[in-house]
C-alpha cells in the first residue's frame, strides 16, 4: 500500500481486482481507515454486493455509484463513488461525500410534505364532520307532529334540496305508516329557497304517501315564490292547498264540534 | 410492466396521483393485500433499482414521501376504537425506513386498537417517556439498516423493563431477512412480515400462541461498535 504523493483535493484509492487497496491519497487516509488494507472494510454491509456487481459490469468506462460507507467519523455515510478500470486492472476510485446540506432541504422538504399531508386529512375530516352535520341538520328540518289520532303535520325547514328530502323522507313515511292519520300536513311556512331537484324528490314523498295510505294530504303556508314552483308540476290531483296552518286548525276543530 | 413496477415507477416519479389510481385498479381491494402484495414489493423494486445503479438515494426519498402520502390516504377513514388496547410504534434512533411500521401501524387500527404512530428515528428517552405516560400493551419496533442493529437490544431491553411490561413487536425489513432474536429480551416477538403480524394480532384476540416468526433464518452480519 503505498500513499500518493499527488495532492488531490479529493479521497482517492487504488485497487487491483481483489479489492485488495494498492495506493491512497492523503485525504482518504484522513476519512477512512484503511488499516485493514482491503476496500470492503470501508463500505456499510450491505452495499458491498453492489460495488461488486456494479464495478464487475463495467469495461473501462467511468462509472458512478452511490454507496453507503464507513468514515472514520460517521459509521453510515452516502458517498458518491465515481470508479474507472485501467488496463493493468487497477481500480481507480474517488469519493465524493453527498452534501450534506441537500440532506437538509430534502428533511425540510419532507417536514413541509408531512405538513401538507396533515392539513390535507384534517380538511378531510372536517369535510366528513361538516356532512354529517348537515345530514344530521336534514334530518331535524322535518320534524313528524302528530296533532291528534287523525291529524299529523310535518313543518319543513330551510331549503328544499334532493338530499334533505332524501334524508326526511324515510322517517316521514314510517311515521305516517306507524299511525291512523287521514290528514296530513305539509307545512311550507319556514322553507327558504327551493331547488328544482329537492321539490321533485318532494313531489314523489307526496305521491308515495297519498298511495300508500290514501290520506289527504295538505299543503300550508306556501309562499308566493313557492307557490309559482309548484305550479309547474300539477299537484292538484294529489295534494289539497291551503293558507295557513291556523285556517286548516279553525277548520278541523269545527268538524269535531259538528 | 407488471403492478408492481407500475407502481414504483409513478412512486419515483412522485406522482400520488397516478400512484393512486394504480391501487384503485389493483384487483385486491383489502389494505393487507394491498401493503402487502403490492406497496412492499413495490417499495422493495425501488430499493433494487439503487442496488443496480439506476436511481439514487434522492430519487428513493421522493418515492418514499409519494408512498407515505399513499398509506395515509389508505388508512384514512380507520375509527378510532376509543376503549381498546394500545399500542406505539416507532423506528430507532436514526432509522429513516418508516413506511413498514406505518402500514403496520395502520393494520393494527384496522383491528381496533388505539395506536400512537411516531414514525422514523425516534430517540429512546422519548419513547421511555412518552411509554410510560401513556401505557400501551404493544410497543412496535421497526429497524432496516443492519448498522442500527446494536441499538435493537438496547431499545427492547429499556421499553421491555417498563413497569407494565408491554409486549415488544419488532419489524422491518431485516426481521424477515436475519435471525434477530439475540436483540430481544423475554418479551420480544419477532414479526418477519406483515401476514405473520395480522396472524398474531388474530392470535392475541383469541388468546392463541404468540411466538412470532418460527423459522430461523442466518444472522446478520457483525458491526463493530
Known amino acids: 500500500m503505498e500513499r500518493l504523493r499527488l495532492p488531490l483535493p479529493l479521497p482517492y484509492i487504488r485497487v487491483n481486482r481483489d479489492g485488495r487497496i494498492v495506493s491512497y491519497s492523503a485525504l482518504a487516509e484522513e476519512q477512512f481507515d484503511l488499516s485493514n488494507g482491503h476496500i470492503r472494510s470501508l463500505i456499510d454491509e450491505e452495499s458491498i454486493n453492489k460495488l461488486v456487481r456494479i464495478s464487475s459490469e463495467t469495461g473501462l468506462a467511468p462509472i458512478k455509484m452511490e454507496l453507503n460507507m464507513i468514515t472514520k467519523e460517521e459509521p453510515f455515510a452516502l ?13 481507480s476510485m474517488i469519493f465524493l461525500r453527498k452534501d450534506s446540506s441537500n440532506e437538509e432541504l ?36 322535518g320534524p313528524f307532529i302528530p296533532l291528534s289520532d287523525s291529524l299529523c303535520m310535518i313543518p319543513l325547514f330551510g331549503d328544499i334540496t334532493a338530499d334533505k328530502i332524501n334524508t326526511i323522507s324515510e322517517s316521514c313515511l314510517q311515521s305516517v305508516f306507524r299511525g291512523n292519520y287521514e290528514v296530513v300536513l305539509f307545512d311550507l311556512t319556514a322553507v327558504g329557497e327551493v331547488h328544482a331537484d329537492g321539490i321533485e324528490k318532494f313531489i314523489q314523498l307526496v305521491k308515495t304517501l297519498n298511495f300508500m295510505t290514501g290520506d289527504i294530504i295538505k299543503l300550508i303556508g306556501i309562499k308566493p315564490n313557492l ?32 | 410492466m407488471t403492478h408492481i413496477e407500475t407502481l414504483a415507477s409513478f412512486l419515483l416519479e412522485g406522482d400520488p396521483d397516478k400512484a393512486w389510481t394504480c391501487i384503485e385498479s389493483y384487483p385486491k381491494t383489502a389494505r393487507p393485500d394491498v401493503y ?3 406497496i412492499t414489493p413495490a417499495m422493495r423494486h425501488i430499493g433494487h433499482l439503487w442496488e443496480t445503479n439506476k436511481i439514487t438515494v ?49 393494520l393494527f387500527r384496522e383491528h381496533g386498537w388505539e395506536t400512537r404512530y411516531f414514525g422514523p428515528d425516534l430517540p429512546l428517552e422519548y419513547a421511555l417517556q412518552t411509554a410510560e405516560i401513556w401505557k400501551p400493551d404493544v410497543i412496535g419496533l421497526s429497524v432496516s439498516i443492519v448498522y442500527h442493529l446494536p441499538k435493537l437490544q438496547q431499545y427492547a431491553e429499556a421499553l421491555g ?9 419488532v419489524g422491518g425489513r431485516l426481521a424477515g431477512m436475519y435471525d434477530l432474536s439475540r436483540y430481544g429480551s423475554g418479551n420480544t416477538i419477532i414479526l418477519k412480515d406483515l401476514p405473520e403480524t395480522e396472524e398474531w394480532l388474530l392470535d392475541y384476540r383469541t388468546g392463541g400462541p404468540q411466538s412470532g416468526t418460527i423459522t430461523t433464518p442466518t444472522s446478520p452480519p457483525l458491526y463493530k461498535s
Not at chain 1, 314552483?229 to 291556523?246: G, I, R, T
Open chain 2, 161 to 169: 423493563n417498563l413497569p407494565d411490561k408491554p409486549n415488544i413487536l
Open chain 1, 106 to 141: 430534502i428533511e425540510k422538504l419532507m417536514n413541509i410534505q408531512h405538513r401538507l399531508a396533515s392539513s390535507d386529512f384534517e380538511l378531510l375530516e372536517k369535510k366528513e364532520e361538516l356532512e354529517s352535520a348537515l345530514k344530521r341538520l336534514d334530518e331535524l328540518s
Open chain 2, 58 to 106: 434522492a430519487d428513493e426519498h421522493l418515492a418514499t414521501a409519494t408512498c407515505d402520502f399513499i398509506l395515509s390516504k389508505l388508512s384514512f377513514g380507520i375509527r378510532k376504537a376509543p376503549s381498546a388496547d394500545k399500542a406505539m410504534f416507532l423506528c430507532l434512533d436514526g432509522e429513516q425506513h418508516y413506511l413498514g411500521l406505518k402500514m403496520v401501524d395502520s
Open chain 2, 36 to 38: 402487502h402484495h403490492l
Open chain 1, 227 to 258: 307557490a309559482k314552483e309548484l305550479n309547474h308540476h300539477k299537484l292538484d290531483q294529489w295534494v289539497q292547498f291551503n293558507h295557513s296552518l291556523k285556517e286548516e286548525l279553525s277548520m278541523y276543530s269545527h268538524k269535531r264540534h259538528d
Open chain 1, 79 to 91: 458517498f458518491d463513488v465515481h470508479l474507472q478500470w485501467d488496463t493493468e486492472n487497477y481500480a
